[in-house]
């Protein structure tokens, strides 16, 4: 089966493939797979973490626990779809014993050293949905050709022979891979990474590793991800998750935590790192004379040739003497004149440092205009969040007004019922005051009666 997917694989490699460099940083991690995409031509990038692993101490011979740096150095040279790569790891690690009885030493080291090289032998094109004005549905349905994906090829050799007892696995051996991935969306893709490792040494390895990003805006990306490695002693594998910060064009913050699993055995991995580019990418250009027509070189074409043929010429290139492109101002001497261009045979001329400068200028105005666009974005959202306080704090005043207001007028009625109720009151007390007055004048009048009729009798 691995014979299968390489032979497709290297039978891919005379499709013709596009520039790889992009503007902002393309980092791998803080995933352990790696992108099929290549850092491009003149750029020069490191990738650091720290990390700390632990796990419970199962295998009669073990590494339970282990913290350090890990590096992954990346170059690009020669072609925009190579890579060249070196990955280590400097760690501090405790190796345990546990049989009859238990017992642990520490000891600091290189945990991992790979040099290798990746070349993307396949791109996918996919259709351009924003040239679709007839049908919504059309414009906005997926793209199943996204189901096809990047891939490029993988080799390295591990130089176990530096490292220590636990992590030499054989001394010098190689490693080889596919690297896949598709691009679902614009802000989800998949990573699938297959290798084969320790080729020929004493514990040759087969593992694979499945990650999926999704950008949740321009600076902010999450992941998940999920890695296995079999071997005939045991099988190891970890799902973790984690998120990535862009701090600006050519710098990346990353974090990352995993659950790891070893013979049935949980621990866990954590890491924060930091990846940084130095970018020396110069992009290539057409010259054209007066008529728009390409002026070609003298220099033997070589886009036929295949990637063998090409990497020869591109060698060959290197060690070329370069000639003086460097602009002058006009008035110095005719020598410094005739170094400005390159005049062919057929007399049609060529400003190659006049494009430069022209590259550089248009550059550097792109990114003024880029700033002044974040700037103005930020002063935007400042009035705005200063317009949303004010009516907030205009709300609250009106609010604070208006129950003041009703306070107001709950005492207001308080106060009348207990006016009415007094008045009430004093009238009821009138009342039975004139009540008892009738009562004792009734009471008089009865009196003298009885008294009158008294006097009659006698």
Not at 29 to 41: A, I, W
Not at 208 to 229: C, D, M, P, R
Not at 396 to 408: G, I, N, T, Y
Not at 417 to 437: G, S, V
């Amino acid at each position: 089966m691995i014979k299968r997917v390489f032979g497709i694989v290297f039978l891919c490699c005379y499709t013709t493939i596009v520039a790889q460099y992009t503007e902002v940083i393309n980092s791998n991690k803080p995933g352990f797979s790696e992108s099929p995409y290549s850092v491009g031509v003149g750029v020069y990038q490191l990738e650091g973490s720290f990390f700390y692993r632990k796990a419970n101490a199962v295998p009669t011979f073990s590494n339970p626990r282990a913290s350090g740096l890990e590096l992954h150095y990346r170059m690009g040279l020669i072609d925009e779809a190579l890579e060249f790569n070196l990955t280590t790891s400097i760690q501090d690690s405790q190796f345990a014993f546990s049989n009859v009885f238990e017992s642990s030493y520490d000891e600091i080291g290189l945990g991992q050293l790979t040099l290798g090289a990746k070349y993307l032998v396949y791109k996918p094109k996919y259709a351009d949905k924003s040239k679709e004005i007839r049908s919504w549905r059309k414009r906005h349905a997926f793209d199943w050709r996204r189901w096809i994906p990047h891939v490029a090829v993988y080799g390295g050799i591990n130089f176990g022979s530096v490292l220590n007892d636990f992590h030499s696995r054989g001394g010098i051996t190689p490693k080889v891979g596919v690297l896949l991935q598709n691009e679902f969306s614009d802000k989800l893709n998949v990573v699938t990474n297959i290798y084969y490792n320790y080729i020929g040494g004493e514990y040759p390895e087969l593992s694979y590793i499945v990650t999926g990003t999704y950008n949740l805006n321009e600076k902010w990306s999450v992941f998940g991800e999920h890695q296995a490695l079999f071997n005939a002693q045991e099988k190891q594998s970890n799902l973790g998750v984690g998120a990535a910060y862009l701090f600006n064009e050519n710098l990346q913050i990353n974090s990352s935590i995993r659950g790891t699993f070893q013979d049935n055995s949980p621990g866990v991995y954590t890491s924060l790192g930091i990846s940084y580019r130095l970018d020396r990418h110069i992009d290539d250009f057409a010259e054209l004379d007066e008529f728009g027509n390409k002026i070609e070189d003298d220099e033997v074409q070589t886009y036929n040739k295949g990637f063998f043929g090409r990497l020869i010429d591109k060698i060959k290139n290197i060690f070329k003497k370069k000639e003086d492109t460097t602009y002058k101002p006009e008035g110095e001497d005719a020598n410094t004149k005739d170094k400005e261009t390159d005049t062919p045979k057929d007399g049609r001329v060529r400003q190659k440092s006049i494009l430069d400068d022209l590259t550089k200028k248009d550059k550097k105005a792109k990114k003024k205009t880029i700033k002044e666009k974040k700037k103005a974005s930020r002063k935007q959202k400042r009035k705005e969040e200063k317009a949303k306080k004010k009516l907030e704090k205009e709300r609250r005043k009106e609010e604070k007004r208006k129950l003041k207001e009703q306070e107001k007028l709950e005492k207001e009625i308080k106060e009348l019922e207990e006016e009415i109720r007094k008045e009430e009151e004093e009238k009821k007390k009138e009342e039975e005051k004139k009540k008892k007055e009738e009562e004792e004048k009734k009471k008089k009048d009865g009196n003298k009666k009885d008294e009158e009729d008294e006097k009659d009798d006698n």
